[in-house]
C-alpha cells in the first residue's frame, strides 16, 4: 500500500505550493521511491481546457490527453514522470462524476450528499492514482488556501482520509507566509499561526509547516510557529526566496525533509541521490552569455500563458550554457501600420511563435514568420505556429493569397488549414481537440530526423485543425518539407523549408515533454541554431 502526502496552503496564493510539492517529490524519488503527483483543483469546470489563458495561464497537456493545470507541468519536470488521468481533479470533474452515477441509480435510493458521496469520490480519486500509478509515494497539492469554501469539500476528504490510514501512511504539508515588516524590521508569524488553527478547525493537524518568507527565520521566529502550531521545531522548513525554483528542493535536503517523511513513514532512510539536479544547478549557475528567442503570442504579458515553452527554451539554453533571454512580443503591435518589423527583431537570434486559439493577433504572427523565412532568423513553430507557417508560405511563396485557416475564416476558398471530418460534427467544447500522445513518423534525410535520431516518435497534441493535404503537392513544389507524418491517420505533423538555416514547425507540443536535465531535441536543435545565428 501506498503511503500519502498532502499539501496544503494558507495565508496567501502564490507561495510556491506546486513547487513544494514537486520539490518533496523529487527528494523522495532521489530517495530511491516511486513518486506519483496529483493536483485538486477547487473549481468546478471539469477541466481547464476551456478556460482562458487569462484566467488560468497555460493549459498542461499529459500523455494519455488530459488538459490539466500548469502545475503538472512543474511536477513533469521535476520528477520527470508521465502523470495520467488521475493527476488532475476539479471539483467540477468530481460533481458530474457522482451525479451520473446517481442518474444511472448506483446509489440505491440514498440521498446524495456532500458527505459522504462527495468526500468517498474524492477519496476514491486518490487511491486511484495510487493503484493505477503502482507508486510507493503519492504526494497531492490541493489547490487554493485553507478556508476557501470551494476546497472545503476536499479538505474533509482529506481529514477522512488520515482517519482512514493513519500518521504513519499520510502526511501533511502546510505552506503559509511569514511576511517581512520594513518599518518595525521584523518577521511575522501570525498570519502563519492564523492558517494553521484554520486548517485545524477542519481537523487536520498539520506534520511540517513550509515557510514562505524573504529571509532566513532565525531560532526564535521557528520555535514560535512550532510551539503555537504544535509541530517539532527540526518540522518547520524554511522555504526562502530564491532565484531559480531549481534551487529550492536542495534547500529542502538541507533540511532533511525526506528522513522527516520517511520517518513518519516508517520507510528505510537511504542515501540520496541527486547528482543530476546538482549538476543542473552547477549549469544554471555557471551560465556564459546569452541568447536572445524573440516569442510572438498574444498573451505576451502574461508569461503563465507560455510556461512550459519558456521552460523548455531554457532548458535547451542549459545545454549551450547560455542564458536564453525571452523578448515577448505582442502579435498585435505587429499589425499595426506603424510597426517597423525589422526594428522590433532587431537582434533576435530566432523567432518562436507557439500554440494559440481564434483569430486576434493572426496576421501579425503571418508577419513574424515572414520575417523569419525571408530574413533566414532560426524559426520554431508549435501547433498554431505550424498552421502559421503553412498560410504563410501558401501565400507569399505559393501565391495563394487567401489562403487561411477554417478556424479565422469559415467560408476561406483556400483552407489549407483545415477542420478534419472527425471534427465536424462535434458540438462540446469541453475535452474534443485532438489530445495527447500520437505517433509520429520521421523522414530519413531531414532536420527532424537529424533532431531526434530515430525513426517513430509520441508527442502531445492539443488542437481541432488541422494541415489540408489537398495542398500538400503544391506547397511541395516550392519548397516544403513534409518531414513528419502520422502514418495511420495520414496527417503532416511536421513541417521544415528547403534553403533555409533553420525552419521547423510542429503540429504538437514539444514543450510539454521538455525537463531540465533534459533538452528537448526540437528546443535543443533550434537554441543551437539561435546560438549559431547569433555569430
Ligand atoms: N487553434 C489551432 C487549432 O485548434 C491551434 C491550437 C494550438 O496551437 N494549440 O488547431
Redesign the pocket.
Known sequence: MAKFVFVTGGVCSGLGKGITASSIALLLKGKGYKVFMQKFDPYMNVDPGTMSPIQHGEVFVTADGCETDLDLGHYERFIDEELNYTSNITNGKIYSSVIEKERRGDFLGATIQIVPHISNEIKNKIYEAATTSNADIVITEIGGTVGDIESSVMMEALRQFRLEQGKENTLFVHTTLVPYLFGSNELKTKPTQNSIIELRRLGIQPDIVVTRAPVELGDAVKKKIALFGSIPVENIIEAKDVNNIYEIPLNFHRQNIEEIILKQFELKITKSNLKDWEELIYTVENLQGEVEIALVGKYVELEDAYLSVKEALKAAGYRYQKNVKIRWIDSELLERKEANIKEIFKGVNGILVP???GSRGIEGKILACQYAREQKVPYLG???GM?IAVIEFARHVCGIEDASSR?FNEVCKNPVIDLMVDQKSIVNKGGT?RLGNYECLLQKGTLAYKNYNQEMIYERH????EFNNQYRELLEQHGMIFSGIHPALNLVEIIELENHPHFIASQF?PEFKSRPTKAHPLFDSFVKSAIEYQK
Open positions: 500554440g494559440g486559439f508549435i501547433c498554431l498552421q478556424e481537440l492539443r488542437h481541432r485543425y507540443h
